[in-house]
T-cell receptor, first 116, second 112 residues
């Protein structure tokens, strides 16, 4: 497809389990971003990649969260020992290049994570 | 404290009417200010992007204004349609132009 895709669309897991969320950016976009959106809130920045490297991971809440983008395209957000407070919609976005004034970010539909 | 505040929190209008949504921000300096539309269960879609030197930008029936001195922005929607029902989010980009700082959004409901 032409847009950003995310899988799965919904994920239900139990407290303490490990989950992986996948993002396929728009082809040719070098920058990829992860955001978390809790109910009734705007998205909050987690991490962004420029190519394969994490250029800014200051938004990751703690060391249970980490993300990879080994080949500079698909990215996986990994959450260890999930907690109920991790329940949210995780949004991925991509842009042609980071650090430019008009770097339009295109968002995927999100993955809704529910931790029971 | 949220660096981007929006009002009202929610709004109900009749189809065909106009409305204006407000955004106040404290992020300084900033690279640009954006308005996004987010339909339920979907990711945000960009409506307008303005740098600090621009004070108005239109996209069809959507017109955004920016006053960088008072750190205020507004989004005006004319001749509203049922499909305009969504959350409208004001977003300020950090000085590096990478991370986006989102407001909580205004939920707009357009009824017939």
């Amino acid at each position: 497809g032409a847009g950003v895709s995310q899988t799965p669309s919904n994920k239900v897991t139990e407290k303490g389990k490990y989950v992986e969320l996948r993002c396929d950016p728009i082809s040719g976009h070098t920058a990829l971003y992860w955001y978390r959106q809790s109910l009734g809130q705007g998205p909050e920045f987690l991490i962004y990649f420029q190519g394969t490297g994490a250029a800014d991971d200051s938004g990751l809440p703690n060391d249970r969260f980490f993300a990879v983008r080994p080949e500079g395209s698909v990215s996986t957000l990994k959450i260890q020992r999930t907690e109920r407070g991790d329940s949210a919609v995780y949004l991925c976005a991509s842009s042609l290049k980071a650090g430019q004034n008009y770097n339009e970010q295109f968002f995927g539909p999100g993955t809704r994570l529910t931790v029971l | 404290k949220n660096q981007v505040e929006q009002s009202p929190q929610s709004l109900i209008i009749l189809e065909g009417k106009n409305c204006t949504l407000q955004c106040n921000y404290t992020v300084s300096p900033f690279s640009n200010l954006r308005w996004y539309k987010q339909d339920t269960g979907r990711g945000p879609v960009s409506l307008t992007i303005m740098t600090f030197s621009e004070n108005t930008k239109s996209n069809g029936r959507y017109t955004a204004t920016l006053d960088a001195d008072t750190k205020q922005s507004s989004l005006h929607i004319t001749a509203s349609q049922l499909s305009d029902s969504a959350s409208y989010i004001c977003v300020v980009s950090d000085p590096a132009g990478t991370a986006l700082i989102f407001g909580k959004g205004t939920t707009l409901s357009v009824s017939s």
